[in-house]
């Protein structure tokens, strides 16, 4: 029988995968037999769970089964052509002194619109966004913000044409799709970057060199327009102010 994290408290997030310590103890030994590795596993969490420091071999199974796990995730992302898209900001970054405009939907997150309906259009299907929730305050605000958007603006009325202008918020831990994507966040978080981005935040080297061409591979690559100017345009996009207002 497979290991089922859920069923040890442990949910599948990019943060808890790729953890520093896990790449560390991956390496501490060859890639172990499937078998092997499956038992250790099993040995490494119940020791855990029972306050007892496991051995140098399970600590290294369980280095190399989150690493592995992660790879699977990719591969069957890229199995079922799954599209990435993601907008990001730079960190710590906040609204300006006097900021005139709480209610407007963040130009990060129109970015990411704008995307998703590039998308739809061309493959000529309605879409709907799926969403972590939070707190319900926060996420009530968001929707507000997002109703104006679609209903408010010119550009948010055009492109409710394919998306669905009501977000449905999930629970992650019960929802593998919102998990695939929150792996898929912490790894363009902490390798993926372009050169022609202002934006130099810190690389973890380890996951830039096993990730970045995964998530380069799975990224949006298409046709905007806007008026009579048709561009190209990719699903990864940052966003050096986004606090700028934009329709």
């Known amino acids: 029988m497979d290991v089922c994290l859920p069923e040890h408290g442990k ?15 991956a390496e501490q030994m060859d890639e172990l037999p499937h078998v092997h590795r499956r038992k250790a596993v099993r040995r490494f969490l119940t020791q855990n769970a029972q306050s007892h420091r496991p051995s140098r071999r399970d600590f290294t199974a369980y280095g190399q089964a989150c690493l592995l796990m992660a790879d699977g995730i990719f591969a069957l992302l890229q199995k079922h052509q799954a599209v990435l898209f ?25 970015f990411l619109q704008e995307r998703f309906f590039y998308f739809l259009e061309r493959e000529q299907a309605h879409g709907i966004m799926v969403m972590d929730q939070t707190e319900a305050r926060n996420d009530l605000r968001f929707v507000r913000r997002l109703r104006d958007y679609y209903s408010r603006t010119q550009r948010g009325r055009e492109r409710a044409r394919w998306i669905v202008p009501e977000p449905l918020f999930v629970d992650s831990s019960m929802y593998p799709a919102i998990q695939a994507a929150d792996l ?10 372009e050169e022609k981005w202002a934006y130099h935040g810190d690389v973890r080297e380890e996951i830039r060199q096993r990730y970045v061409s995964r998530i380069d591979a799975l990224q949006f690559r298409g046709k905007g327009q806007r008026g009579e100017q048709t561009f190209f345009t990719k699903g990864i996009v940052f966003v050096p102010d986004p606090f700028e207002p934009r329709t």
């Open 11 to 25: 949910e599948i997030k990019g943060s808890k995968l790729l953890e520093r310590k896990h790449f560390r103890w």
């Open 86 to 110: 993601a907008s990001l900001i730079a960190k710590g970054c906040k609204p300006p002194p006097g900021h005139r405009f709480p209610h407007f939907l963040r130009k990060d997150h129109v």
């Open 184 to 193: 898929c966040i912490y790894c363009i978080n902490w390798g993926y970057r």
